[in-house]
């Protein structure tokens, strides 16, 4: 998980609730935590682009909220920190004016979820201005009336992972063999893997949501990031294997003994999760905005499992190997 939102309170249940509120609202990783390392950890290992901070934490964390605010912009001097407090007073408000940070009361959470969108917007601005050097264009929509220049330019300014150890979703393995007790099967063909870059159908629907993009222009996005990145590295992906017509697969006595009816071989190929950020400029009317879109680049392994089925209409599943 690579949170874009941080919840950060000495009441874990109270943090544990506006994060569930934030992500029944916002299409985007919401963590929370009551332990002012942990949250430094996820500031310095992920991508958190807003804190919502308690003030008061002073007795449990051994510091107070515009105190851990100053910790995370040493890090990431670009996160966006509210302060979020119940009972504050004019110095806590003054330390907040000092570090330009947000200070809101707790309670208000419609305010609360402005403040939060606005910070984070704030944050890709900052991004984008940071990667414009290395900003890449990588496609255009033209509308059907001919125009000298591109009605809307679609500019990437960078890559994130979001899951850095390549993963098998359970949708793509696919059975190879599947053998009953008694029975016994030889396997002799050649097998082909293809996968290519796959945009997640989450960030697709969370552009339609914006309402700021139509069917077209989120359709030519999506189709100009998956050219890009196949382009950087052709990551089609096709491996083959013959079986030997000799190779038998049978379900052992010592299996059947434990309870094995039938098992199955099965492979998926692994993905890498990843989001782009992507600058989206409108020269019609001027207006430019900042996304992100969330793919799976694959990774050229292969992961391989053995599923058992047992007597008592269960699963279990043992991991072969990755190769």
């Known amino acids: 998980m690579h949170p874009e939102i941080l919840v950060v309170d000495d009441d874990r249940m109270y943090a544990q609730n506006l994060a569930?509120?934030?992500?029944?609202?916002?299409?985007?990783?919401?963590?929370?935590?009551?332990?002012k390392d942990e949250a430094l950890d996820l500031v310095k290992s992920t991508y958190v682009r807003v804190a919502i901070l308690d003030q008061r934490m002073r007795r449990k964390l051994g510091m107070d909220g515009t105190?851990?605010?100053?910790?995370?912009?040493?890090?990431?001097?670009?996160?966006?920190?509210?302060?979020?407090s119940g009972e504050s007073d004019v110095r806590d408000y003054q330390k907040s004016n000092e570090l330009r940070l947000r200070h809101l009361v707790k309670g208000d959470d419609e305010i609360l979820l402005r403040e939060i969108r606005l910070a984070r917007q704030q944050y890709l601005l900052d991004l984008e201005r940071s990667a414009e050097m290395k900003a890449e264009v990588i496609g255009q929509y033209r509308p059907r009336v001919f125009l000298r220049r591109p009605a809307v330019e679609f500019k990437k300014l960078g890559e994130e992972y979001v899951s850095t150890t390549p993963d098998a979703d359970e949708h793509d393995f696919r059975t190879l063999v599947h053998v009953n007790a008694g029975q016994s099967v030889t396997e002799a063909r050649i097998?082909?893997?293809?996968?290519?870059?796959?945009?997640?159908?989450?960030s697709t629907r969370q552009l339609e949501a914006t309402g700021l993009f139509r069917d077209v222009v989120i359709a030519q996005l999506?189709?100009?990031?998956?050219?890009?990145?196949?382009?950087?590295g052709r990551f089609t992906v096709t491996e083959q294997e013959k079986h030997s017509s000799e190779q038998r697969f049978e379900v052992p006595e010592k299996d059947q003994t434990e309870g094995v009816v039938a098992f199955a071989i099965q492979e998926a190929p692994?993905?890498?999760?990843k989001r782009a950020l992507i600058q989206v400029s409108c020269e019609c009317c001027g207006h430019q905005d900042v996304v992100t879109v969330g793919f799976r680049e694959p990774s050229g392994q292969i992961r391989r499992r053995r599923?058992?089925?047992?007597?008592?209409?269960?699963?279990?599943?043992?991991?072969?190997?990755?190769?």
């Open 67 to 84: 105190e851990l605010a100053a910790e995370i912009r040493a890090i990431d001097a670009r996160v966006r920190v509210i302060i979020l």
């Open 191 to 202: 097998r082909t893997f293809g996968h290519d870059i796959e945009i997640e159908e989450e």
């Open 222 to 232: 999506t189709t100009s990031l998956k050219s890009a990145i196949r382009e950087r």
């Open 20 to 35: 569930e509120w934030l992500r029944n609202r916002m299409p985007h990783e919401v963590a929370h935590t009551d332990d």
């Open 270 to 273: 692994l993905y890498h999760r």
């Open 307 to 323: 599923v058992d089925y047992l007597t008592d209409n269960k699963q279990r599943i043992t991991e072969i190997g990755v190769r």
